[in-house]
């Protein structure tokens, strides 16, 4: 498919501005990469989804939250942090606290240093639910990726993933963030 402008590439009239730079479009081989990475992500984030709410009636993102309180001192983490693992807004965070809540697998308990901070604490269902349902999700990342890829490739996509990962981490303060909305 063109893409390209084919207007003439004559410069303008010095009492015009000039024209905007032309896009960067992907090339052939590019687009294939751009559309195939978007196809296995979606298909792998609803493969996931699906295995969570059959074994534990929870979607991906909520098995996520349940991991990262369980790996923190004390089971605990402010909601801002916690936000900011998950990169998730606070607004959908706060959505499946509250759902998780609901569950009786999290409570919220106010921050003593901070009066508007809150900490998400993983209760002792909560971690038993995520102690049974850890082997099967395990399993379906391990079927669903590991084990369709050989050793090499792990690390290959494991570097990839790191640069793409660590050049869309903005270093300047006042980011727009997911967890700082």
């Keep these: 498919m063109e893409y390209m402008n084919t ?3 004559s410069a303008p009239p010095a009492s015009e501005p000039a024209p905007a730079q032309e896009p960067r479009w992907l090339t052939d081989d590019q687009q294939r990469v751009w559309r195939t990475y978007l196809d296995a992500v979606t298909l ?3 493969h996931l989804d699906r295995q969570l709410q059959r074994d534990a009636g929870m979607p991906h993102i909520y098995y996520g939250l349940l991991v990262k309180l369980a790996e923190s001192p004390r089971r605990r983490l402010r909601m801002t942090e916690l936000a900011m693992h998950a990169k998730i807004t606070r607004s959908r965070l706060s ?8 569950n009786g697998w999290v409570r919220r308990e106010d921050c003593p240093d901070d009066k508007r901070g809150q900490f998400a604490v993983l209760t002792d269902a909560g971690l038993a ?3 049974e349902t850890a082997p099967g999700h395990v399993e379906a990342v391990r079927q669903a990726m590991f084990d369709r890829l050989t050793g090499e490739q792990q690390k290959a996509l ?3 993933m790191r640069i793409v990962a660590e050049g869309l981490q903005p270093t300047e303060a006042g980011a727009d963030l997911p967890w700082l909305r």
């Design 129 to 131: 639910v995520l102690k």
């Design 44 to 46: 792998l984030e609803d």
């Design 7 to 9: 207007a003439s590439t």
């Design 158 to 160: 494991g570097e990839i």
């Design 95 to 102: 959505h499946a606290i509250a759902r998780l809540e609901k």
